[in-house]
């Protein structure tokens, strides 16, 4: 089986994200609850790039037999894998 790089589109993930929440709408706070919903899709968007990001630098390499490694250079590669 081949393995397939994963891309998420960051644009659709973050408006997915958004619509997860139930607004309850408050007329007296609408700047609030923009600045709210702002910094979740914002914040949504710009994970979703960091994990393409890594996801791309990290499909061509060729990956070690983890068996093979000793628990520091275990450790090691699954800490360059989380960075996201």
Not at 29 to 55: C, D, H, R, T
């Amino acid at each position: 089986m081949e393995k397939e790089q994963l891309h998420i589109d960051p644009e659709k993930f973050a408006l997915q994200f958004l619509e997860s929440f139930k607004l309850n709408f408050d007329a007296k706070n609408l700047e609030g609850m923009a600045k709210q919903q702002l910094a979740a899709y914002l914040s949504a968007y710009f994970l979703v790039e960091k994990f393409n990001k890594i996801e791309g630098e990290n499909f061509d390499r060729s990956q070690p037999n983890l068996s093979d490694l000793g628990f520091d250079e275990l450790l090691k590669h699954v800490t360059e894998l989380n960075k996201y």
